[in-house]
């Protein structure tokens, strides 16, 4: 028997022929958001404080989607800077 077909909230550790990678711009303490190719259109997304913990599924389409969105500012007003933050340029109201 294979692994497990990927599906929303499969534990991360179940997908084990996935490589999984993060933005070089992640927070040094690894408070990061994770993805990973799947086999087939989809994508995975876990997050890094917990490898073990579910992974969430999307298709190529939607996550391009999101990624879009993201990169056109649609998202800008979710962003809140920690303390010690690397965001110099961050203004919420921009």
């Known amino acids: 028997m294979g692994a497990p077909r990927p599906f929303n ?4 550790q179940a997908l084990t022929a996935v490589r999984w990678r993060k933005s070089r711009n992640s ?6 958001v994770e993805v990973a190719a799947l086999p087939g259109p989809e994508i995975a997304l876990r997050n890094s404080r917990h490898p073990a913990g579910p992974a969430l599924i999307f ?19 979710l962003i809140v800077p ?3 933050s ?5 203004n919420p109201t921009a």
Do not use: H, M, Y
Request: aromatic share 8%.
């Open 59 to 77: 298709t190529v389409a939607e996550l391009s989607a999101f990624v879009q969105g993201a990169k056109d500012g649609e998202f800008d007003d």
């Open 27 to 32: 927070n040094p303490q690894g408070s990061c």
């Open 82 to 84: 920690c303390r010690g």
């Open 86 to 90: 690397e965001l110099p340029d961050w």
């Open 9 to 12: 909230g499969i534990p991360a």
